[in-house]
């Protein structure tokens, strides 16, 4: 193995890191600290990345001089309407459903279906074309061996804000002090005069607001179809229960082994072997640390 | 609307005056007369994940159907279709095959997509003694009784595509594709191909179907330098394949790439300038020229819709419901077991040129042909094979 090889494959681990990231940290919020297991999630990221499809064909009739903005507008515009989405769904069907675990699997697995559907039926069954603007096509060669992508340079710059802008919101803010509160001690929460409902529905909102920047973002490295949440999916909700349902640090944690490792394993075993692999680890650590890598210690 | 209920009063009251005749008088009526339609089964996805594909197959079997109504029908009598949704979903292509064949007693049935929608419904199509006219191009191994196979199997794309490849581009090879039965045994055909060929396979690869991850393999392939990549990658993981493989600077002009399962339709959602320069090879490209496709292409979108394309597997779906018709008309009946027996040798000028059924096998002779996309997302035809003879158990390697 050359050097080159090697070094384009750490930066592909880091860049899994920070895709896994992405995806992930809209259902850490969701599912980790409201505990609803959404399996809908996948499909409200294609939303975001119907969006963003939306927005270029926009630009396209109307602004084609700004087309190499719309990508910034459609990852905003992203977020803003799958965030729309999910307070609406909040408010008609997930609160509902609180305190029944198994209800709201079945319920927004569903949910899910029906998106696939409407999708099915609005864009038709056919993947869409997303066009990657113009500067970040192609690559960055700091060598002649290695080529890194600007669209994965990008996604990279991308996940470190969207994290830096969580941080800031849940630790930072008011709204994130209500979050925590209600997350901690809902009862003593809504005695010290939070309106509980509504902090409920902002926090399933952004963390659905999340999901469609992911969606938005990796329209640049894959499909945007009527099934594409569920290629997502599945790697989310691993990553976020791996890393400890509660713990937003602990999601950044798992992204990285997890896209360490599957680069890694990737390069000495076939693409199959090494996501098998990538399982068996998750479920021996699982065994042993039954609630993730970084489980709060509370008192239950 | 008033006529439709009086209509359908006469015939809830029709029928249930039949049902207090008794039997033996009922037979009189079943043998139907000449204009009664005879019924056909339309059995493909039209929801679930793999609709992507199918919905459209359907749109070619009705365009078919509609074209030999248009035309006097099959037998003199006309074709009513009766299309159920399959669902992405095995079991119920099960059920549906087994109420078309039961309850609507349809004469045969175009439909299914993947392998494993078809293994679901062989039993079915065994036990009612059904006909089942299978379209897409698939891994071979199997030969039923019941079932017509009018895509390729396996031996009449990869055998072709190796062979151009390795007399054209170079005898390297890394073959790459998604983890279940077709690219598999696509790769173990290649295999020896290859090595009668003189090449090497200098990498080979499996990704479970919808990875959208391949930054890791593509590195791997840089690194192995081969003359050709031979992917037998399927679906949504295609599109993050061929942008991720553009995003580092490899792409259809300087690094030849054969894609064994990317049809026309799907080179929009995969972005056309990511697929540039990039091979294919199937039995049938929209860009085939000769006067039955240069009737066909424009009837499709006539009806369909102008940006509307056709890809292999909608081609061979139009090609088997005009199979079904020249075998009922060579043996005049609609028996199972006729149609069957009168399918051996029939040949039809089909949209992709002569093609005609195995003697035995119930395959079709056809002919392999290799282009590359263009930026409109159309192919430009580089190679056709004369008419290849179908091998559905071939050695494997």
Sequence with gaps: MT?????????????????????????????????????????????????????????????????????????????????????????????????????????????????????????????????????????????????????????????????????????????????????????????????????????????????????????????????TGQQYIVDTFIVVVFGGVESLVGTFLSAFSIGQLQSMFELFLSGSMAKAAILLLVIVALYFRPNGLFALKVRR | MKNNRRDFLKTAIATAAAGAIPSSMMLASRTASAADPVKVGILHSLTGTVAIAEAHVVDAEKLAIDEINAAGGVLGRPIQPIVEDGASDWPTFAEKAQKLLESDKVATVFGCYTSASRKAVLPVFERYNGLLYYPTYYEGLEMSKNIMYTGQEATQSVIPAVNWLAKNKGKKFYLIGSDYIWPRTTNRIAHPTIAKAGGTVVGEDYFPLGTVEFSSVINKIKAAKPDVILSTIVGGSNVAFYKQLNSVGINGHNQPIMALAVTEEEAIGIGRENLTGVLSCMGYFQSVQNPVNAKFVPAFKAKYGADRVIGDTMEAAYTSVYLWKLAAEKAKSFDVQKVVAASSNLGWDAPEGHIHFHVSNHHLWKHARIGAFKPDGQVDILYESPLIEPNPFPKLG
């Design chain 1, 3 to 227: 050097l080159d090889t090697f070094l384009t494959q750490v930066f592909n681990g880091l860049s899994l890191f920070t895709v896994l990231a992405l995806m992930a940290i809209g259902l850490a919020i969701v599912f980790g600290l409201m505990g609803v297991i959404n399996m809908a999630h996948g499909e409200l990221m294609a939303l975001g990345a119907y969006m963003t499809y939306l927005t270029s064909i926009v630009f396209a009739r109307y602004l084609p001089s700004l087309m190499g903005a719309y990508f910034i507008i459609g990852i905003v515009v992203a977020f803003a309407v799958t965030g729309a989405v999910g307070f609406a769904l909040e408010r008609t069907m997930i609160r509902f459903l609180y305190h029944r675990p198994l209800d709201t699997m079945l319920a927004t697995w569903g949910l899910s279906l029906v998106l696939q559907q409407l999708y099915r039926q609005l864009f038709g069954p056919i993947d869409v074309s997303v066009p990657t603007v113009t500067w970040l096509q192609g690559a960055w060669n700091p060598t002649p061996g290695i080529a890194i992508p600007l669209s994965r340079l990008f996604i990279i710059g991308l996940t470190l804000a969207v994290a830096l802008a969580v941080y800031l919101f849940l630790f930072r803010s008011r709204w994130g002090l209500r979050i925590r509160s209600v997350m901690q001690n809902r009862a003593m929460a809504g005695a010290a005069g939070i309106n509980t409902e509504r902090v409920d529905a902002v926090t399933f909102a952004v963390g659905c607001g999340l999901a469609g920047i992911a969606g938005s973002a990796l329209t640049m490295l894959a499909s945007t179809g009527p099934v």
